[in-house]
């Protein structure tokens, strides 16, 4: 078993928002830890405008990507191109120790 770079959380969520985070997983096929890794990545820069704007700008790109009739076309997997896309746009995202060089 290789050693992860993640440690294990628990935390308790409403009901609905399990409900939530089960349905948006599954429409874009990631899983419920890395949605919560990404809202806590956002929710943490918030403070630093530069790396807020820069992360803005991928969820802007995300989103344009979704609608592109191109990016719809789905491989044997059943992944579309906009969600492979999505997977690599997310990983550039920033955190505040990204840009502090920790």
């Known amino acids: 078993m290789t050693p992860s770079k993640y440690k294990a959380v628990m935390t308790y969520l409403e009901p ?15 899983t419920m830890a890395q949605v919560i ?7 943490f820069s918030q403070g630093d ?4 704007g820069y992360n803005a700008g ?5 989103a344009n990507i979704y609608e592109m009739q191109a990016a719809q076309l789905r491989f044997p997997s059943g992944t579309s191109m906009a969600e492979l ?15 502090n060089g920790q």
Not at 37 to 43: D, N, P, T, V
């Open 49 to 52: 405008p530069f790396t807020a």
């Open 85 to 99: 896309i999505e997977l690599e746009l997310v990983k550039k995202k920033m955190t505040n120790e990204t840009t």
């Open 16 to 30: 609905k928002d399990i409900s939530d985070l089960k349905k948006y997983s599954k429409k874009y096929r990631v």
């Open 37 to 43: 890794r990404e809202a806590l990545s956002s929710k």
């Open 58 to 62: 991928i969820e802007a790109c995300i």
